[in-house]
């Protein structure tokens, strides 16, 4: 399975209007960091997607997430439960 964070997070943060410069300040990282996470290149360390999904409202599961179906599912359960 492929993970698509990076597009992911990218979609969320553009979404919300959000800059990389935000995101970095938000979560004690470089802007460079970000950006790497958007271009794929690496990823947030595991300890910190439970707070970047938090700060989007989202669930992890949503932000891995590399198929329509399950990002869709786990929003409606995100949704109820919440």
Do not use: H
């Not at 553009?14 to 794929?40: C, D, N, P, Y």
């Not at 938090?54 to 359960?77: A, H, I, P, Q, W």
């Amino acid at each position: 399975m492929n993970l698509n964070f990076a597009e992911n997070f990218k979609a969320l943060r553009k979404e919300k209007g959000i800059t990389q410069e935000k995101i970095a300040e938000e979560f004690g990282v470089s802007s460079q960091s970000v950006s790497r996470w958007e271009l794929g290149n690496c990823y947030p360390d595991i300890e910190m997607l439970p707070s970047i999904a938090n700060y989007f409202g989202t669930t992890v599961d949503m932000l891995l997430s590399n198929d329509n179906l399950s990002k869709e599912r786990d929003k409606e359960l995100f949704d109820e439960k919440y």
